[in-house]
Nanobody, 116 residues
Framework: QVQLVESGGGLVQSGGSLRLSCVAS?????????MGWYRQAPGKQRELVAFITGAGSSNYADAVKGRFTISRDNAKNTVYLQMNSLKSEDTAVYYCNVRYSSFSFWGQGTQVTVSS
């Protein structure tokens, strides 16, 4: 069983930065073929923000390209989301998702609030 714990969310002013962390336990991130960050704003569907594959390639939603960076630290079994130039529309609960084989696991989420 994989457990994911997100942290790093909080309240930040528009234009500021935050770094989200997702620590995995129960399995090495080497075994994950997909690690992603999603977000869900109030009244909206959950949407993909960014993902990184086991091979190291990454992809981003158009809304965050050039501002967010996803990375992984294998030694710490952690996936990060560096968020710069934050905007009010980035306000949401951010979730970490990892997959291997046919399994998919989600974290509990961390709240990011950007004040304008």
């Amino acid at each position: 069983q994989v457990q994911l714990v997100e942290s790093g969310g909080g309240l930040v002013q528009s234009g500021g930065s935050l770094r989200l962390s997702c620590v995995a336990s129960g399995r090495s991130i080497f075994s994950f073929n997909y690690m992603g960050w999603y977000r869900q704003a109030p009244g909206k569907q959950r949407e993909l923000v960014a993902f990184i594959t086991g091979a190291g390639s990454s992809n981003y939603a158009d809304a965050v390209k050039g501002r967010f960076t996803i990375s992984r630290d294998n030694a710490k079994n952690t996936v990060y989301l560096q968020m710069n130039s934050l905007k009010s529309e980035d306000t949401a609960v951010y979730y970490c998702n990892v997959r291997y084989s046919s399994f998919s696991f989600w974290g509990q989420g961390t709240q990011v609030t950007v004040s304008s």
